[in-house]
């Protein structure tokens, strides 16, 4: 019902800048909270940042001053602007987007993930 597409990951030199977009397209009534999380090789997903509807943000202690969420409510789109980034940022990101869908009857929140995008910082 709802399809994530993420964009803008690739190799980029310590203290270089990436942008990510992730785009949530489908039948969605409306969506929620959308963030950012990353896996690292060995380790578990975790949170980046978060943004809600109404634009509150949170970050990991890691990212704070560094990266920036937000939000284009009329393109169903999270941006995640990172700056100086450090080899530790190394990871796949994936962007999750909390959508109010309909279900027969009903509507229901579900979470959607997307596919995931390589952010590489070499050491």
């Known amino acids: 019902q709802v399809q994530l597409v993420e964009s803008g990951g690739g190799l980029v030199q310590p203290g270089g800048s990436l942008r990510l977009s992730c785009a949530a397209s489908g039948s969605m009534f409306s969506i929620n909270a959308m963030g950012w999380y990353r ?14 509807s109404g634009g509150s943000t949170n970050y990991a202690d890691s990212v704070k001053g560094r990266f920036t969420i937000s939000r ?19 990871a796949v990101y994936y962007c999750k987007v909390d959508a109010l869908v309909l279900v027969g009857n009903s509507r229901r929140r ?5 596919q995931g995008t390589q952010v590489t910082v070499p050491s």
């Open 110 to 114: 579900y979470d959607y993930w997307g």
């Open 39 to 52: 896996q690292a090789p060995g380790k578990q997903r975790e949170l980046v940042a978060a943004i809600t």
């Open 72 to 90: 284009d409510n009329a393109k169903n789109t999270v941006y995640l602007q990172m700056n100086s980034l450090k080899p530790e940022d190394t």
